[in-house]
């Protein structure tokens, strides 16, 4: 795979040089040169990512924001500059308003719990839809439980779009809050949200995007949308896993109360009272994860040293291509056929299991997810057990695409 021809591809990239840059791309898997297409669970991480662990750990590891000593300002100085980055890439007003936190689950947890206990009393609702990932849909329930509010959803179609005269319907000046995913994990959707952004505004009601699947596919930009609140994972844009961003408009946020209490997010501490920091650090209890913050930096930069519209354009073209031929085989049928998709490729064939399907991919080297991919209710709707789910990456080539269709091929033979 080290010389990559992409015919009917009109850009420029040099995706054998992208590919090189990713170690874990030249491993064989069960004999077989691996084709990883489970992108949308995690991507692979680029060289850079890697190196910039090992420098860390070799060279500057120390606690962050405390210390005087030389490492620890160089460690708080690099996790910093990480915000700053993430900052740029989204385009938001201020550093400040840059939460680091475990990842979009962890994010929807603390936004849902705190943005819960300041602004939902009972009878006020939350809107979500019907394609959410679960990290998007359990928190909400708790704390709708918890607040005595009510969760309502927004429904799809059979392409998997949402219902936009449904979702005016349920709009209302009780809304609360829209927590929506941008791009849906199982489906490939991408939902129309500037839209639904300023509907939502227009009935007073905030809006949480959940980008998981967004945030290195295409060009986010919190303030062109006007979004309340985004939230994403570093693990699935080519950096560690353990970290993620919630980002809140500094007013907002500031309305909120802490999520956790520790070290970090206080100003004073007595026995009687305790006074909390300012923003971010008001949300960041305890030592986080220090070298993971500071690679995500790194991811950073490795996707701007490509340019996200480059990679959305080249994935967007991958997903076509990845779609026509897959027509090719006998009994497979798409699940998600929304008119504006990105990064994933959802499908089920007649007659085979999903998960057999992806038991025999996997013995010829090639990785994908197979299972209801934490979007149960997707599953239940389109009446399937699961799907098998191929998501790309920059990384990804037309060459791995023809793999995965000659895969496939065998596999629907060997189990039919
Ligand atoms: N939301 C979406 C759309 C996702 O795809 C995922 C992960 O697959 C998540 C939320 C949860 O992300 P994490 O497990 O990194 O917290």
């Known amino acids: 795979m080290s010389s990559v021809v992409v015919s009917n591809y009109a850009g420029s990239l040099d995706i054998a040089a992208i590919r090189a840059a990713f170690p874990i791309l030249s491993t064989t898997v069960n004999g077989k040169p691996l084709v990883y297409l489970d992108n949308g669970a995690t991507t692979q991480k680029p060289q850079r990512v890697i190196d910039t662990i090992n420098e860390y750990y070799t060279r500057h590891n120390s606690n962050i924001h405390r210390g005087v000593h030389f490492l620890s300002q160089y460690a708080t100085d690099a996790y910093e500059v990480t915000r700053k980055k993430i900052q740029r890439f989204i385009n938001a007003k201020h550093d400040h308003e840059i939460i680091f936190t475990k990842g979009t689950t962890d994010g929807i947890n603390l936004l849902a719990y705190s943005f819960g206990k300041s602004s939902i009393q009972p009878g006020d609702e939350i809107l979500i839809s019907a394609m959410e990932h679960h990290s998007n849909i359990v928190p909400w329930q708790i704390m709708c439980e918890d607040r005595g509010a009510v969760l309502r959803v927004i429904p799809m179609n059979e392409k998997g779009e949402l219902i936009m005269e449904e979702f005016y319907k349920l709009l209302n000046s009780k809304t609360k809050m829209v927590a929506i995913t ?19 505004h227009q009935k007073g009601a905030k809006v949480m995007l959940d980008a998981a699947q967004a945030i290195h596919h295409i060009a986010v930009d919190v303030q062109k949308l006007e979004v309340d609140f985004l939230v994403f994972s570093s693990h699935k844009m080519y950096g560690p896993t353990g970290v993620g961003i919630l980002y809140g408009k500094e007013e907002l946020l500031n309305a909120m109360p802490p999520y956790q209490g520790g070290g970090d997010m206080i100003k004073t501490v007595t026995f009687e009272k305790t006074t909390y920091n300012e923003l971010p650090f008001k949300f960041e209890a305890g030592t986080p994860n220090i070298e993971a913050g500071i690679c995500l930096g790194a991811a950073v930069d490795f996707i701007e040293s490509i340019g996200i519209d480059h990679i959305a354009a080249y994935e967007e073209y991958l997903l076509n291509y990845a779609t026509e031929q897959i027509k090719q085989i006998q009994g497979v049928r798409i699940i998600g056929e929304a008119a504006h998709k990105s990064g994933v490729l959802s499908f089920v064939i007649d007659g085979t299991h999903p998960y057999d399907v992806g ?22 709707f ?20 023809d793999a995965l269709i000659a895969g496939l091929k065998k596999a629907v033979m060997m189990l039919l």
């Open 359 to 380: 038991v025999l991919l996997d013995k010829m080297g090639i990785a994908v997810r197979t299972g209801h991919h934490c979007t149960e209710p997707v599953m239940n």
């Open 382 to 401: 389109f009446k399937v057990p699961g799907t098998i789910r191929a998501s790309f990456a920059i990384y990804n080539t037309k060459e791995e695409v």
């Open 182 to 200: 941008y791009i849906s994990n199982s489906l490939g959707t991408v939902n129309p949200v500037k839209e639904i952004i300023d509907a939502a």
